[in-house]
């Protein structure tokens, strides 16, 4: 619910307290580490729209067919600076974007 109304801070003193307290929440036991991976991947997803609009390639995208170059690259250049947060984008990844936004630049 915190993550719908945009409360980032919430989500991850929620995500922090299941973390720390991992052995009271045995319904994620068996899955622990992708559920992790998915409810650190929503709370960065969210911030990405929080601060940019856009939450993902296809968001990307469209910010470069509307001519929104200067925004599409601090999105991509975001999410090169914290990539640890976003785990989801490889190598491949980036070189992708880079060269779409290469050819907008263009």
């Known amino acids: 619910m915190a993550l719908q109304s945009g409360d980032i801070d919430k989500c991850k003193e929620w995500l922090q307290h299941i973390i720390n ?3 009271q929440f045995p319904q ?3 899955t622990w580490d992708n559920w992790l991976k998915d409810r650190k991947q929503e709370i ?3 911030e990405l729209f929080k601060k940019f609009g856009m939450r993902k390639t ?3 995208r469209q910010t ?3 001519g929104k170059v200067k925004e599409a690259k ?3 250049q975001y999410i090169l600076d ?3 947060q976003f785990p989801q984008y490889n190598d491949n990844w980036f070189e992708d974007r880079q060269r779409e936004l ?3 630049q263009k």
């Open 74 to 76: 601090e999105w991509l």
């Open 44 to 46: 960065s997803q969210q």
């Open 21 to 23: 307290n991992k052995k």
């Open 82 to 84: 914290n990539r640890d």
């Open 58 to 60: 296809a968001d990307f």
């Open 28 to 30: 994620y036991q068996s």
């Open 64 to 66: 470069l067919e509307k």
């Open 102 to 104: 290469g050819q907008a």
